[in-house]
Every structure is written in structure tokens, then in C-alpha cells.
């Protein structure tokens, strides 16, 4: 758990500006929602974070430390799809966490260590349900049991913040609803913090101690390039009477099917 | 009436459907020897079965009065081990280069402009270099295997390294992956059942290579044979040695196919066997 401070980031592409003045700072803790048009650097955003992309000004800070210029086990993430190995059944997927950081040449646990990590991954399946899968490839499982996967497999690592990139976009509505309980269930027993971004405002609003949303609100017709997408709102959901309205969890859609 | 793109045949008539072209072919054949040795009983072009059965009784079961080896056997354990070592040592290279330019940027820059314009490089005609530098004997015939298709061989693994989803690339570092460990872990395992695959591809161009070699200079081999026996016109010899080379090659092909089927289920398109 982990505090992020994003100081006075912009992001560049040559002449075209797709992030300018970016100033957040999320508290340890929180769950913050991305919330935006398509295009408006939502993920350009997540991927600076991740160390994936560099931001062309500005400074990001974790714990008050610059945040390394490429991924590492501090930051994990839960992409949309592909997240998961293919050739690695799901506790291996798991496993191989524990193998990267104990066995740098080989990157394999053998003997008392690999059955210590085996018990360890057992637990993290049981959290995300994926017990009975344990021996399975992925592409035998359903999205949803992909996504959980992926998460199991970012839970870890135990990282400082956590970062969803439209992580239940591709699943159907019955199955995103129980990933909700899921994440919302993970986040307050492993006290994480976490960024998601998402297309979906009502999921935005249902999880997100807090929702951001990134928008360009100047425009030049005639060099669109030239402004960026910036903090358009930044709406706290601890706030008592917002959470008043805070939409109720809807019923398992499974139930209508 | 059904249009005739939705209508799938079941196993037994594409069974019988593949067969009937071979078949087909057999009997046409038959038929047309059986014309040309009515009009002509010495004739050489088309021998009949019974002839051809005879050549591989001489060829296969029986010991060469001047040298004692049984011919066919001979010619195809020479002719097995150097296409073995050319392929080996190809795909050994193709896959430590492949990996390193797949994985590494760096690298990338450095070589992938050489191996592009080697791998459009005719192999035959280098070669008079290879007989010039490693003489006539075995070097010369697996470094033509070597040359043809470890260029290919990197290319298509580099491809097969770089398309691996950046999500896979990013996700193994946020789990602590190094350079070392992504390539061992990561990247080396989803590339293998890729291997096999070019492999099976690349089997078609070594036999070219190889059989080419061994025409222009060689004691024993398969393609030697067929080249040695081509000036006594023996089609009786020909004949059967290049249906057994199709049936090499053919069944080399199945079992890499089944091969890889049986190490990497989670490559294949069937249920995997959990």
C-alpha cells in the first residue's frame, strides 16, 4: 500500500500533445477511476505509471521515489486480455512469480522451496476462486476466470499499487458483476492501492473511492494536436452525501439469464 | 439445396475422397507402362511394378556383390545423418539467434539487416565456395543444409519472439522477470512449439539441398543413387527411391506434428488433456 504523486505531467508524440498538466495525488489506499473518451490517453496515463511509457515532462513519484523507468514488481497489472501465460498451467502461472524472484538463473524452483511457493499459490487461487483450475491451461478457462487469474497473479507479487487497464471490458455483464465483488473484496483485504481504467461509468462509480476523468477541454480547430487531455474532474466518493447516491451493487444478472 | 461450400464430408467419404486421386494416378500409370512395354518390351521409361519390385529386392534385401553393403539401406543412413546434422545445427542457430533479436532491441538493430539479405541468397549458388573451401566430403553438403535454412529459420523465430503480446512482455517484468528470465521463462517455451512448426516447413528445402549436394559429389546417398543409376536410364531404381524419400520425408513430418502435439498441448488447437 502504497502513496502515488503525479507532479505537472505532460505527454508528448512529436508535435502532438495527448497529456498536459497532470497534477494527482492518490493517498495510500485509495481506488481511483479513470474514467474517459477514447483516445484521451487514459492508457498513455496507466502505461507512465507502469514504466511502459516515459512521460515527456513531469515526475512521477511512489512512496516519494521516482518511479523506475520500466515495469518492475512494484507496479502490478491486469491488462484487458493476454495477460496470463499460455504455456503455463494456472498455478504455474502463479507460481512462476515466486520462481522470477528466487532462482535468477534459472527462473525455476525445484524441491522444499517450489512446494513452500506451491502452498502460497494454492492460497492466492482459493482468494480469486480458481482452486479447482489449478492444473488447467488458460485456454481452457472462461475470460472471467482469465482475468481472476491474472489477478492472482499480480496479487503475488504484493505490489505497491495495482493497475487495471479496462480489466472486465471483454466479459459479460454477470461476470463483471462478480468480478467487482471480487476486486472490491481483494482491495479491502489486501489494502491496495489501485488505478482502473475503464470505459464503464457505472463501474467507475461503483468502485472507485474515487473517479477521474480526463477530457481536452481546450480545442483549436485548426491545430488539434496542440492541446492535450487534462484533468477534467476529480470526484471523491468517500464524500458523505455522494456516497448517499452511491448506486447500490445490482443483483447477479445471472438471475435474468 | 444446400450451397456446395457448406457441405463437409464425413470421415468416411474424405477418406475415401483423398485416396481415389492416388489411386487414380497408380492405375494410370499402370495402364500407360503396360502400353509402352506391348509395343516395346525393352522399354525403360515407364517400368512395370513387377520390374520395379524386382529392383527393390536387388536394392533393399540384397548384399552389393563388389562392396557387400545392402545399397538402399546404405544410401539412406548417409543420406539421414547429414540432413540430422544440417537441421540440427539450423534450428540450434535459428533458435538462439531468434530469441536474442526477438528479445533484444539492441541486437535486432545490429543483425537483422544481415540475416535479411543472407536469407535471399540463392544457397546453390554458394555452392562451389562451400566445395572450394570444405572440399567434396561431408562439411560441404550440411553447411548447403546450414546455409539454406538457418537464414529462414532466424528470421521466422525473431517474428515468432517479437509476436508474443507486449502484454505477456510487460506483465513477466512487473512479476520480476530479467532479460535472462523472460527469454528462459518466457519466451524460449512459447517459441518452441513454433520451431517444430518451421521445421516441418523447412523439411521440404533441406531434402532439396541435401539431395542436390550429394548429385554433384558424393560416394553414398539417397540422391547420389538417383543421380548415378539416371545414366543407365535404371527408372526401375528411380522410381522406388523417390517414392521412399516422399515417404521419409512424409512421416518425419507426422511424427514432429504428433511430437508437438504431445509436449506443447497448450499450442494446439484440440481440448488440452487436464
Redesign the interface.
Known amino acids: 500500500m502504497s502513496e502515488l504523486l503525479i507532479r505537472n505531467v505532460w505527454k508528448e508524440y512529436g508535435a502532438q500533445i495527448v497529456l498536459e498538466r497532470i497534477n494527482l495525488h492518490l493517498p495510500a489506499g485509495s481506488f481511483v477511476s479513470l474514467v474517459g473518451p477514447s483516445g484521451c490517453g487514459k492508457t498513455t496515463f496507466l502505461r507512465m505509471i507502469?514504466g511502459?511509457e516515459q512521460p515527456t515532462r513531469g515526475d512521477i513519484l511512489l512512496d516519494g521515489k521516482p518511479i523506475p523507468r520500466?515495469?518492475?514488481?512494484d507496479?502490478?497489472?491486469v491488462?484487458q486480455?493476454?495477460?496470463?501465460?499460455?504455456?503455463?498451467?494456472v498455478i504455474e502461472n502463479v507460481l512462476?512469480?515466486f520462481?522470477?524472484?528466487a532462482a535468477?538463473?534459472?527462473?525455476?524452483l525445484r524441491g522444499l522451496a517450489r512446494e513452500e511457493a506451491l502452498e502460497q499459490c494454492r492460497a492466492l487461487l482459493a482468494q480469486v476462486g480458481l482452486s479447482e483450475h489449478a492444473?488447467?491451461?488458460?485456454?481452457?478457462l472462461s475470460g472471467g476466470m482469465q482475468q481472476r487469474l491474472?489477478i492472482a497473479?499480480?496479487l503475488?507479487?504484493n505490489?505497491k499499487i495495482l493497475l487495471l487497464d479496462e480489466p472486465f471490458g471483454a466479459l459479460d455483464p454477470g461476470t463483471k458483476s462478480q468480478m467487482h465483488e471480487l476486486v472490491r473484496h481483494l482491495w479491502k483485504t489486501n489494502a491496495m492501492t489501485i488505478v482502473m481504467v475503464t470505459h464503464d461509468i457505472r463501474e467507475a462509480f461503483e468502485l472507485g473511492t474515487r473517479v477521474i476523468t480526463f477530457d481536452r477541454p481546450r480545442r483549436d480547430p485548426h491545430a488539434p494536436e496542440r492541446y492535450g487531455a487534462t484533468i477534467t474532474y476529480d470526484i471523491p466518493m468517500n464524500d458523505p452525501i455522494i456516497s448517499a447516491h452511491k448506486p447500490q451493487p445490482r443483483p447477479d444478472a445471472s438471475l435474468f439469464q | 439445396m444446400r450451397r456446395i461450400m457448406n457441405v463437409n464430408p464425413d470421415r468416411v467419404t474424405k477418406l475415401v475422397l483423398g485416396l481415389a486421386p492416388i489411386g487414380l494416378v497408380i492405375l494410370l500409370y499402370v495402364m500407360m507402362s503396360h502400353e509402352r512395354l506391348l509395343l516395346n518390351p525393352a522399354d525403360k521409361l515407364m517400368p512395370s511394378l513387377a520390374s520395379m519390385g524386382d529392383a527393390i529386392v536387388r536394392y533393399a534385401f540384397t548384399a552389393d556383390a563388389r562392396t557387400g553393403d545392402v545399397l538402399l539401406w546404405k544410401d539412406t543412413g548417409a543420406s539421414l545423418i547429414r540432413l540430422f546434422q544440417g537441421l540440427a545445427i539450423s534450428v540450434c542457430a535459428a533458435l538462439a539467434v531468434g530469441l536474442l533479436l526477438g528479445v533484444i532491441p539492441l541486437i535486432r538493430a545490429g543483425f537483422a539487416p544481415l540475416i535479411s539479405i543472407v536469407s535471399v541468397v540463392p544457397p546453390m549458388a554458394l555452392l562451389p565456395i562451400l566445395f572450394i573451401i570444405f572440399g567434396l566430403g561431408e562439411v560441404s553438403k550440411i553447411a548447403l543444409i546450414v546455409i539454406g535454412l538457418a537464414p529462414f529459420l532466424m528470421r521466422d523465430l525473431t517474428h515468432h519472439v517479437q509476436s508474443i503480446?507486449v502484454?505477456?512482455f510487460?506483465?513477466?517484468?512487473?512479476?520480476?522477470?530479467?532479460t535472462?528470465?523472460y527469454i528462459?521463462?518466457?519466451a524460449l517455451?512459447?517459441t518452441l512449439p513454433k520451431l517444430i512448426q518451421s521445421t516441418r516447413l523447412s523439411l521440404g528445402p533441406a531434402w532439396l539441398f541435401l539431395i542436390s549436394a550429394e548429385a554433384i559429389a558424393a560416394e553414398s546417398g539417397l540422391g547420389y543413387r538417383i543421380f548415378l543409376v539416371r545414366r543407365y536410364l535404371a527408372m526401375d531404381v528411380i522410381i522406388p527411391y523417390v517414392i521412399w524419400i516422399t515417404l521419409i520425408a512424409f512421416i518425419s513430418d507426422l511424427l514432429l506434428g504428433a511430437l508437438s502435439r504431445k509436449l506443447?498441448?497448450?499450442?494446439h488447437d484440440e481440448?488440452?488433456s487436464?
Do not use: C, M, N
Not at chain 1, 520500466?70 to 514488481?73: A, D, I, R
Not at chain 1, 486480455?81 to 498451467?89: A, D, E, I, M, Q
Not at chain 1, 492444473?135 to 481452457?140: L, N
Not at chain 2, 506483465?171 to 530479467?178: E, M, W
Open positions: 507502469l511502459q520500466e515495469p518492475g514488481p507496479r502490478g497489472v491488462f486480455r493476454y495477460s496470463v501465460f499460455p504455456h503455463l498451467t512462476i512469480g520462481e522470477l524472484a535468477s538463473f534459472s527462473g525455476v492444473d488447467k491451461f488458460p485456454r481452457a491474472a497473479q499480480a503475488a507479487k505490489p | 503480446p502484454e505477456q510487460i506483465k513477466a517484468q512487473t512479476l520480476g522477470a530479467s535472462w528470465q528462459v521463462r518466457v517455451p512459447q506443447y498441448p497448450w499450442a481440448e488440452p487436464t
